[in-house]
């Protein structure tokens, strides 16, 4: 009998281990992986359409919203452009396709 309570014991610590250690570290490795599904990091690489440009900076629509934007490349209205970079509330952006 008593082996028998020393045997449930031990495979309730062992249960308890598993559940509290062992997958929530699973769980984390596996997450740690994944690309940010919120914040403005999942912006990166992101598709927007130029709404208003002047020389070097103006705005995009991105996801159903207006941000700042800058960029090295002239920009037109109705451009298509990709997020290469989030900097506070402003982002930097590159021509979707440069040829056209």
């Known amino acids: 009998m008593e082996t028998l309570i020393i ?3 031990i495979i309730f610590i062992t249960y308890e281990f598993i559940e509290h250690v062992v997958f929530p570290l699973i769980w984390s490795l596996v997450q740690r992986k994944k ?3 919120c914040g403005p990091e999942r912006l990166l690489g992101g598709v927007g359409e130029v709404k208003k440009w002047d020389r070097t900076e103006g705005y995009v629509f991105v996801d159903g919203e207006l941000w700042k934007a ?3 490349v002239p920009m037109k209205t ?3 452009v990709v997020i ?3 900097e506070g509330l402003t982002l930097t ?3 979707l396709n440069p040829k056209d």
């Open 70 to 72: 800058v960029s090295e």
């Open 7 to 9: 045997i449930l014991i």
């Open 93 to 95: 952006v590159d021509l």
């Open 35 to 37: 690309k940010s599904s």
């Open 84 to 86: 290469q970079k989030v």
């Open 78 to 80: 109705g451009n298509m």
